[in-house]
């Protein structure tokens, strides 16, 4: 090679890739200075929704001098990503232990919401929040049944390949590689996963879109013909255990594009990379970011009313009127008004807002009803001793409820957990993610759904257990667990009518067609949230953030501003893939298949 690297030296990368597999899941960059720029004279913004990007609008909108309320039905600020106190837990002058919907991570993909932390100030740190986060180094694979554990190092490329150092050939026998020696799958299964990654790799936007999003990606991958461990690595482990959707419905153009390209292509490359791939917050999140963006976005002069539902969006001669909203138990009804509305609530929640005018004069708000949620729950178990799992996150492959998790204190280098939370006993939190609430368990055979809240609790403890100590050592010991926590949003459970109010957006196939983008017919409406359209194509915080600043933008051309607009990144495209997705076009419109793709 020109760049007088052996092809071992580029072949030794294929740990980053097996790493941001288990997972799930480089030069920093520069935040641009922002200042406050004028818009239209007294133009106000009602944002509705104050999680990520609701707050994410409210931040941009704010730095170019708009007057902005937040409305939010929550008594905190920051939706899913929030952290909250467990009730009666402190004790001695120290803080409730913390709780939280789900652990939060931030894959080194992410680029719009890194830019946000960055411009988020916070004591003593010269890059703002940014700065609290750490580097997770390993994954774990935790398998039951006697199937030896996958521990696996996280990095990027320490010498990514340079330019047009990537070719097809090296980039399949890479892959293989990886799975060969990472995952232990067969030869033949590892080649053919890797065939059909590089057959997506190099597909054309247009094949993409209206051939692969129509696709399973258990299809996809052929993971019915292929061994068990194939189906739970690289199908489950994938889909269900990481976005909390079915390998046998999720799009393959989601799953492909965002999982595998970004979370494993981008991590071997080390290119397009803000960061490492595991990296999560040195303290509770609402401690490490949310308090300190609230306090910046009050600086800046955002309002905001919490304990606030909006009730209806209204519309009328061309444009919305006002928000009915209401108090979460029908009091306190009133209508707000503003000159512009960004609607930034969960779809599921956005969605029983817009009623039949607003959804003829924009019928891509209809469109919205076929949209998909699923339930992705966290529960917390703290532990009277450390318990080193690993540095870092855990997917529990084989687990029925399809179980991740992380070891919290480990990371929180800034906090002294017994000392400063709940009764001092408490050393450590294992917070854990349960994606599978429609399967039976191994402890009551029944599904999370049919379970009360504490057999929920016991059940994934049992599953956490199963996989840990299923090789004759005893990692996690009831004697150790002091107490548990389980987000309050999920109610009804083992009753008839089970219900949680904070969802996940699912991406079966044909999800693509239905999301909207921030503009609509609207002038002086646009929407934000993970289900709008965005480059990253996945309900993630970096889709929130990526939508707040599409809504924005389109914001800004609506009122005509000479305010500068806000920077989009978008997922990295490896160049040397650029041709062979011309060809792949020119195949595409004469009906024949990708120049890779065996079947």
Request: negative net charge.
């Given at each position: 090679m020109a760049s007088g690297r052996t092809r071992r030296q580029f072949l030794s990368t294929a740990g980053g890739i097996s790493g941001a597999i288990a997972l799930g899941v480089t030069a920093p960059v520069a935040a641009a200075a922002r200042t406050r720029t004028a818009a239209t004279p007294g133009a106000s913004v009602a944002v509705l929704g104050g999680g990520v990007s609701g707050l994410s609008a409210a931040h941009e909108l704010a730095e170019r001098g708009y007057a902005v309320t937040v409305y939010e039905y929550n008594t905190a600020l920051g939706g899913k990503a929030r952290s909250m106190d467990v009730p009666g837990t402190g004790s001695g002058g120290r803080k409730p232990l913390p709780g939280e919907h789900g652990f939060r991570f931030f894959p080194g993909f992410y680029r719009n919401l890194p830019d946000t932390l960055r411009r988020i100030p916070f004591p003593g740190n010269a890059n703002g929040v940014h700065d609290n986060l750490r580097d997770g180094t390993d994954a774990l694979i935790a398998r039951n049944g006697g199937r030896p554990d996958l521990h696996v190092p996280l990095r990027t490329a320490t010498a990514p390949p340079y330019l047009g150092?990537?070719?097809?050939?090296?980039?399949?026998?890479?892959?293989?590689?990886?799975?060969?020696?990472?995952?232990?799958?067969?030869?033949?299964?590892?080649?053919?996963?890797?065939?059909?990654?590089?057959?997506?790799?190099?597909?054309?936007?247009?094949?993409?879109?209206?051939?692969?999003?129509?696709?399973p990606w258990w299809e996809f991958i052929r993971a019915e013909q292929m061994s068990y461990d194939y189906q739970?690595?690289?199908?489950?482990?994938?889909?269900?255990?990481?976005?909390?959707?079915?390998?046998?419905?999720?799009?393959?153009?989601?799953?492909?594009?965002?999982?595998?390209?970004?979370?494993?292509?981008?991590?071997i490359l080390g290119r397009g990379q803000d960061g490492q791939p595991d990296r999560v917050l040195n303290a509770p999140t609402s401690e490490a970011w949310i308090d300190p963006w609230v306090a910046h976005l009050r600086s800046l002069g955002v309002a905001f009313e919490l304990g606030t539902e909006v009730k209806e969006v209204v519309y009328g001669g061309g444009r919305i009127t006002g928000v009915r909203v209401a108090a979460p138990d029908g009091s306190a009804?009133?209508?707000?008004?503003?000159?512009?509305?960004?609607?930034?609530?969960?779809?599921?929640?956005?969605?029983?807002?817009?009623?039949?005018?607003?959804?003829?004069?924009?019928?891509?708000?209809?469109?919205?009803?076929g949209l998909r949620t699923d339930w992705m729950v966290g529960v917390q178990f703290y532990l009277r001793k450390p318990v080193p799992i690993i540095h870092g996150h855990a997917n529990y492959v084989d687990s029925p409820w399809s179980?991740?998790?992380?070891?919290?204190?480990?990371?929180?280098?800034?906090?002294?957990?017994?000392a400063g939370y709940g009764d001092g006993e408490v050393v450590d939190c294992l917070s854990v993610c349960v994606s599978e609430w429609d399967k039976a368990g191994i402890l009551y055979g029944r599904t999370a759904k049919n379970c009360t809240r504490e057999e929920v609790v016991w059940e994934t403890w049992a599953q956490l257990k199963d996989a840990l100590n299923d090789t004759g050592r005893t990692v996690l010991d009831d004697a150790d667990l002091h107490s548990w926590f389980m987000d309050p949003a999920v109610t009804g459970i083992g009753g008839p009518d089970p219900r949680n109010r904070e969802q996940l957006l699912v991406h079966p196939t044909g999800t693509w067609y239905k999301r909207p983008t921030a503009a609509t017919s609207v002038p002086n409406f646009f929407l934000a949230g993970d289900y709008v359209r965005t480059d990253v194509d996945l309900a993630t915080m970096e889709g929130a953030n990526e939508s707040a600043r599409l809504a924005v933008n389109a914001l800004l051309d609506a009122d005509g501003s000479g305010a500068k607009r806000c920077q989009i990144w978008t997922l990295y495209r490896p160049p040397e893939m650029e041709p062979l997705k011309r060809i792949d076009e020119v195949r595409y419109r004469l009906g024949l298949p990708n120049t890779f793709d065996l079947g």
């Open positions: 150092e990537l070719t097809p050939v090296s980039l399949r026998e890479t892959i293989t590689a990886a799975l060969d020696t990472g995952l232990h799958l067969p030869g033949h299964e590892a080649a053919y996963f890797a065939n059909r990654l590089l057959v997506h790799l190099t597909s054309c936007d247009q094949r993409r879109d209206m051939q692969w999003e129509k696709v739970r690595l690289l199908g489950v482990g994938l889909t269900r255990n990481l976005v909390a959707t079915k390998a046998e419905e999720a799009s393959t153009r989601t799953v492909a594009r965002t999982v595998v390209e970004a979370f494993v292509i981008e991590g009804a009133r209508t707000v008004t503003a000159d512009y509305y960004v609607s930034a609530l969960p779809v599921e929640h956005a969605r029983a807002t817009w009623g039949e005018a607003l959804r003829a004069a924009d019928p891509q708000l209809a469109r919205c009803d179980l991740t998790s992380i070891n919290q204190a480990q990371f929180w280098d800034v906090r002294d957990f017994p």
